[in-house]
């Protein structure tokens, strides 16, 4: 019998997520495995978020490199080796550069290209056999059970088997209306599509991190910064574009946060419950993880420890009178005014070094709820959907201080406003172009106005299992809906009498709620109907796992997600040597 070595491993995606999962095989010291990485572009590293197709030469990361997991040479090393050149294209001057900046996007996209190659010099000279495949497509992932084996089918390409699959593939924004609909855009990436003269009023959906990509893009191409005397930021519109301007409309009224300091700006070092503490909770809560438990462990506990003052204030509050206090406070005050108020208190926390600690802390939360959230009952994700997670989404979005300087710039020529509209607005693609959004305004009378420009900015979509872009994982039934349990029957079927769609009832009488994406373990690996987990298929792909892991980006997911995953590939490579060895005595 031949003995066979090592176990073939194919990453599907070559961005952050698959330069971690690399860099993990790497760091294992493992020569056991033979590695395929495969590429739709023909650039590794930056993905979506950090190349043209999602970044400009204006779009800034809203990270650092003392916020950055470990790679392989930190951001300001690797700055000193970048050309004079390429550093003035960026406007950045590598004698003053510090390990709390942001960097340019694009930019940050090379420094990522820079550590992935560096990793593949590292794992060929250790002995790791590896193979990258660039410009290549893939179409399909077939599972093999019998075989034990997994095929990948690249576009135009016969269907290679491998013993393991991690899809790595990043963001993905489903076409809609744009490419029907002239003035319609159902994302603002790439953002060279909307880098163009607009004479007219621009409507964007939503106010996250997206709509700020987008509002940089748009004012870039309609006119132009500069600064006073005093080193205020200015914006003057184009000669071509007087009638340019920009329509903000958030659901809540409210644009995110500011970035400030942070005391630990690596949150994955941060102390907290541990797995065992989590599981033994679960167990005590008969099988479910409570929301109010992580509220008050991950949350208030650490501003007591941090903050004895704000605790004082916060210490009687649960989680839904927290959060209504907090957004009180934002919600009494106009957008704009609110968000210089913010910029005042984190430039105050940036030159003090001093953090906003509940803000922090609600950062800390919302990691520390990804990975157990699959375990709260339907209930509780149902509170958190509502209550916390749009706070959390406005805290953590962590606007950098030269966007929101050119958002106030905007704001100040009068060309920049927000709207608060309700969840009962909508946006019909019109047949002559653009879009008619309808909402109603604070007094409750219908608002109804025709944008000749739309543009869609409610960020990276979580998607439903059937989106995922490897037709035969769904027909096969390799993969499952991702589904929440219902704590109380009663609850549950409450909820569907309510005609809440997302509620079903199983075979055994169990109410359950379907959320967003795949059905996945703690390892990331797919469930089967069954909820049995595929010793062979696994899934850090972010649009596709929102359900059960709410808080899935960044690169500290994508540290934490690898590491999980390669404890599996090597305990199954350890038993399969174990195995291969004792066949062959």
Sequence with gaps: MENKLSKRIAIVGAG????????????????????????????????????????????????????????????????????????????????????????????????????????????????????????????????????????????????ESFDAVIICSGHNWPSGHEHRIAGYYDSPYPPSKINGCFNHPVALRGSSLTAIDAIKSLARGNGSFSKDKEGKLLFTPGAESPHFRIVVHSRNGLLPAIRIHLDDPLISRTTLLSRQQILEHIEDNGGFLSLDFMFEKNFKDKIREKDPEFYERVKHMDMETFVDAMMALRERLEPFQLFRAEYAEALKSLRRKESVYWKEMLVVLSFAMNYPAKYLSAEDMLRYQKVLAPLIAIVIASVPQGSSEELLALNDAGLLDIVSVGDDSTVEASEEGGALYSYRDESGRLQQTHYKTFVDCVGQPQLFYKDLPFPSLVENEVVSQAYIRFKSRDQGKLQLENANREVVVFPSGEYYLKVRGLGINDNFQVLDPYGVPNDRIFIMAVPYIGGYNPDYSGLDFCDEASGKILSVLADAANNFNATTRGATQ
């Design 16 to 159: 952050p997520a698959g330069l971690f999962m690399y860099k993990k095989i790497v760091e294992s010291g493992r020569t056991d495995f033979e590695v395929h990485l495969f590429e739709r572009k023909n650039t590794i590293g930056s993905g979506m978020p950090y190349s043209p197709e999602g970044a400009g030469i204006e779009h800034v990361t809203n990270i650092s490199d003392n916020e950055v997991p470990d790679i392989a040479t930190s951001i300001t090393e690797w700055i000193q080796t970048i050309p004079g050149k390429t550093l003035d294209t960026f406007g950045i001057a590598a004698e003053n550069f510090k390990a709390n900046k942001v960097l340019p996007r694009l930019l940050f996209g090379h420094y990522l290209a820079e550590q992935f190659k560096s990793f593949l010099q590292t794992g060929a000279a250790a002995g790791i056999k590896t193979k990258l495949h660039l410009n290549a497509n893939v179409v399909d992932i077939i599972d093999f059970p019998d075989q034990n084996e997994v095929g990948i089918e690249i576009e135009g390409k016969a269907v």
